[in-house]
């Protein structure tokens, strides 16, 4: 059983920076992948962004650019810069075991003021 731990979450302006950091429990060995997800008021979750175990990067096309994904050992980090309201929503860790079973964190609020 994989534990996930989110932090960093809370209210920016418009244009401002926040990062999100999840740490995850258990050996390090067993990620296949790790990342972000988000779910909107009224939308479906949605990818953010992902890193695998080989170093694959990738982005959804609304944040390439603003947004930077990293993790060190069993810590992904998410790095949000030049936020904009459209990125309001409930920022999800998850965690993919390389025995195929998928984790999620709590959830973490981003908001963003215009």
């Known amino acids: 059983q994989v534990q996930l731990v989110e932090s960093g979450g809370g209210l920016v302006q418009a244009g401002g920076s926040l990062k999100l950091s999840c740490a995850a429990s258990?050996?390090?060995?067993?990620?296949?992948?790790m990342g972000w997800y988000r779910q909107a008021p009224g939308k479906q979750r949605e990818l953010v962004a992902v890193?695998?175990?080989?170093?694959t990067i990738k982005y959804a096309d609304s944040v390439k650019g603003r947004f930077t994904i990293s993790r060190n050992s069993g810590t992904v980090y998410l790095q949000m810069s030049n936020l904009k309201p459209e990125d309001t929503a409930v920022y999800y860790c998850?965690?993919?075991?390389?025995?195929?079973?998928?984790?999620w964190g709590q959830g973490t609020q981003v908001t963003v003021s215009s």
């Open positions: 258990g050996s390090i060995f067993t990620i296949s992948a």
């Open positions: 890193t695998t175990r080989s170093g």
């Open positions: 998850y965690y993919n075991h390389v025995n195929g079973g998928t984790y």
